[in-house]
């Protein structure tokens, strides 16, 4: 290594940069949810203090948790997510397999029509997604939500699975055919486990953005009863606007959930994100 | 002799076409159809393209259309010009192969990007908001109060105001895509220009970024893109009406709006979809551009 790239001065540089960066990042954060735990007055007094024994406070969170359904918000969020991304993965792996396993008539041309969706994003069809959804009767209902995100999903997921699928190796799926092994039986015994890295890279992706969607749920599915943790907090704040406990209760208990997801997943999200996989 | 039919890639693709082309291909293919008809008398009526003469010929839905097209277009600038740069110094820096925390800076600058627009948008809201008092408190500590004003009810400034808002919560996309293209950067070619006297930032500008140009490229488009069909965070700040007076308007508002009604106006399908035309054939001209225009001519290193 050259001197000339570790001057300590550069060093310092460097980490002042950084540590500013993240103070901006996370400061926000952290003021909505230092203040959560105050009360009123102290919210407004010193913003930036943390809370202590005189002005710590949960009414906030008891406002939300009496007003607001936010475990079934939460529940939810939890089955569209969850279900979209099992579709998505499953569906997604099945043909993927598909494209990079046989030789067909149109395989080329399949590969480029599931692609398009890559850069087309789905909220141009809304209309007569909409439209189809009310004729079908599944307005107001989680699979609304979860037909969409999974038809979102599939055209990178096919994608980066072809990528990784055509890396397996062909001798071993030839011992497997020889031994009177199904083509079903390949997929799911010996090609899926091997992709495995690949399939959470696709999940990982795609679990923020469903979770985190605002438009398909307002619009398919504003019913209270199916109603997701980010569109029943928007709601909800929308109602308490000037109820600055239950505003910032409400915040944090949406962020937390996130925030958990994120730290168990920060690793396989990096490790995707700079795996080149969306090269 | 005909070839037996294997079921089994049938079996394999059908589930994911099926759905693809049911929810997604379809549906886009059918508002574009819907674009070409009104509603008369509670019947559906082909009426050709009138719907898009309205949509740039009457005063009221061509100023805006205009209104909300020009507002995302600056939107996308905001985040080109501040977004994208930020994004790629935090990855120059992060890169570097001594740097200490590197991994945990990463974690934590990434954190705006995982979370919903409902609370990055409330939590903003709060934050510059003059009741709480939290941006002036702050910008007095720097001696910059002068400069505080409520910015996102003032016409001037709320649109650029959201557009940072969303660069804060967008900033890991760029850095991580970047940092991802940085590290492949093979060592030797670095040591080469050592050798040849170019370190430091020099190293950075003639070595490191003509390498990565392919990657701002996507970079670029993904912003695009994404711009484009924005509108989660406007709604969520400003509400359907992206005020104030429909300064912070862009196309996904001003499609919502129309398509699904707000207040006393009736939601108009049909209105809706001659937008969503719009914002598709300004979607498509930009990834053309990119894929023919940008990436066919990129030169690209074989590393």
């Known amino acids: 290594m050259n001197k000339a790239r570790t001057n300590p001065l550069n060093a310092v540089a460097m980490h002042g940069a950084l540590i500013l960066y993240t103070v901006i990042a996370l400061f926000p954060v952290f003021i909505i949810l230092i203040n959560s735990f105050k009360e009123r007055r102290a919210i407004f007094r010193e913003p930036l203090a943390l809370p202590n024994s005189e002005s710590f406070s949960m009414v906030g969170y008891e406002t939300v948790l009496t007003q607001g359904d936010f475990f079934g918000y939460f529940q939810n969020s939890m089955i569209v997510t969850v279900a979209s991304l099992f579709f998505t993965l499953l569906f997604g792996a099945m043909a993927a397999f598909a494209l990079s396993e046989y030789r067909f008539k149109g395989n080329m041309l399949m590969g480029l029509y599931l692609a398009l969706g890559i850069m087309i994003p789905i909220r141009i069809g809304t209309v007569a997604i909409l439209e189809m959804m009310v004729a079908t009767g599944l307005v107001n209902t989680l699979w609304a939500l979860i037909l969409v995100y999974t038809a979102q999903g599939l055209p990178l997921a096919i994608f980066i699975l072809t990528e990784f699928m055509r890396q397996v190796s062909e001798d071993l799926k030839n011992a497997a055919r020889v031994d009177g092994l199904s083509e079903y039986t390949i997929f799911l015994r010996l090609v899926l486990p091997l992709v495995r890295p690949a399939l959470a890279t696709v999940a990982v992706f795609n679990m923020i953005p469903i979770w985190n969607d605002l438009w398909f749920p307002l619009i398919l599915a504003p019913a209270e009863e199916v109603k997701t943790l980010t569109l029943g907090s928007q709601v909800f704040i929308g109602q308490y606007v000037t109820n600055w406990n239950a505003v910032l209760a409400a915040l944090s208990m949406a962020i937390l959930p996130v925030l958990i997801l994120y730290v168990i997943f920060s690793r396989q999200l990096i490790r995707g994100l700079t795996s080149g996989a969306v090269k | ?303």
């Open chain 2, 1 to 303: 002799m005909m070839p037996r039919i294997r079921w089994h890639i049938l079996v394999f693709l059908a589930p994911a076409v099926l759905v693809y082309s049911a929810v997604m291909v379809f549906p886009l293919f059918n508002t574009l159809r819907l674009a070409l008809f009104s509603e008369v008398d509670q019947t559906r009526v082909f009426v050709g393209l009138e719907n898009f003469q309205t949509l740039f010929g009457d005063p009221v839905w061509s100023e805006q259309f205009w209104n909300a097209l020009g507002n995302n277009f600056w939107f996308f600038v905001v985040h080109m010009i501040v977004q994208n740069p930020i994004g790629i110094a935090l990855a120059a820096i992060l890169s570097h192969p001594r740097l200490r925390f590197a991994a945990l800076y990463r974690s934590a600058i990434f954190i705006p990007t995982i979370l919903s627009f409902v609370i990055v948008g409330f939590a903003w809201k709060l934050i510059l908001s003059p009741i709480w008092g939290i941006a002036p408190t702050l910008l007095d500590a720097v001696w910059l109060k002068s400069l505080y004003a409520p910015w996102l009810g003032k016409e001037e400034y709320a649109l650029t105001t959201l557009a940072l808002v969303s660069v804060w919560q967008f900033v890991g996309i760029p850095m991580m895509l970047t940092y991802a293209a940085l590290i492949t950067i093979p060592e030797e070619i670095l040591e080469a220009g050592e050798i040849d006297g170019i370190t430091g930032m020099s190293a950075f500008w003639k070595i490191k970024l003509p390498l990565i140009l392919p990657t701002i490229g996507i970079i670029s488009i993904l912003t695009f893109v994404g711009n484009f069909n924005a509108f989660d965070l406007i709604y969520v700040a400003q509400g359907a009406l992206a005020g104030p007076d429909f300064s912070t308007d862009i196309l996904g508002t001003f499609m919502y709006r129309t398509f699904f009604g707000f207040q006393l106006q009736l939601g108009d399908p049909h209105m809706g979809s001659a937008i969503a035309g719009a914002m598709f054939a300004i979607i498509l001209v930009g990834v053309c551009i990119y894929l023919f225009g940008i990436q066919t001519r990129m030169r690209r290193y074989q590393l």
